[in-house]
């Protein structure tokens, strides 16, 4: 088994065409390997996104190429292969936050039996013990992405991707959940990547990668 999870060899996204054209991403080259923790770090609407996007294969490159050595295809098509903590809103609101996060368990096969278990420790990990019967439209915004949070932690994927997971809590909140994050990272010898404009949140993380205007400008080991 390769530790090598995904490799971007000189990447780029560009959205839209001629004079509309708008590039998010310049030719980058980066890898993510097996156990890796990384902040990409920068502005808003430097490219964090769209480099997330790419590295589980939910957006293409319009340059460059993307490999997922570690995987058997494109993570995005395996469910329960990458678990995506996405920025906008992303929970099904006609399904209660237990469905929501029994959903990426239930597609991947899991046996009926052990979903609820499971659930039920997503949930506590990120203190929304006994809410599993609440639907979207009862929570919080800061509530709704805690519940994103823990569908990727029941998940136990190899890849988790989450984009500015922290934004809409309170710095309590925000501490459990990256805590929570990296932990069952830990656990498991998932590589995590986390987009995040909040430095506080990067230095929880041993690594960084540093974009500006969509080019990834420094790239650091394990931070001391």
Do not use: Y
């Not at 009862?138 to 994103?148: D, H, M, N, T, Y």
């Amino acid at each position: 088994m390769t530790d090598l999870l995904v490799r971007c060899v000189n990447v780029g996204k560009t959205f839209g065409s001629g004079r509309t054209a708008t590039v998010a991403v310049h030719g980058t080259t980066c890898d993510v390997l097996r156990g890796d923790a990384i902040a990409v770090v920068g502005p808003s609407g430097c490219g964090k996104s769209t480099l997330l996007h790419m590295l589980g294969g939910f957006e293409l490159p319009t340059q460059g190429r993307v490999d997922w050595p570690g995987f058997a295809e494109i993570p995005a098509k395996r469910p329960g292969t990458v678990g995506f903590v996405f920025q906008a809103p992303s929970l099904i609101n006609v399904l209660d936050v237990g469905e929501n996060v029994a959903l990426p368990l239930v597609l991947a096969g899991a046996e009926a039996r052990d979903v609820e278990l499971i659930v039920d420790a997503a949930l506590a990990e990120v203190d929304l013990a006994g809410m599993g019967r609440r639907l979207p439209s009862e929570l919080s915004g800061g509530q709704a992405q805690r519940v994103a949070v823990a569908r990727v932690l029941a998940q136990r994927p190899q890849l988790i991707l989450a984009d500015e997971p922290t934004a809409q809590l309170d710095a309590a909140h925000g501490q459990q959940v990256m805590e929570a994050l990296i932990s069952v990272a830990r656990s498991i010898g998932a590589a995590l990547v986390v987009a995040t404009h909040d430095l506080l949140i990067a230095d929880l993380l041993p690594m960084r990668w540093t974009l500006a205007d969509g080019r990834l400008t420094n790239k650091t080991g394990v931070l001391a």
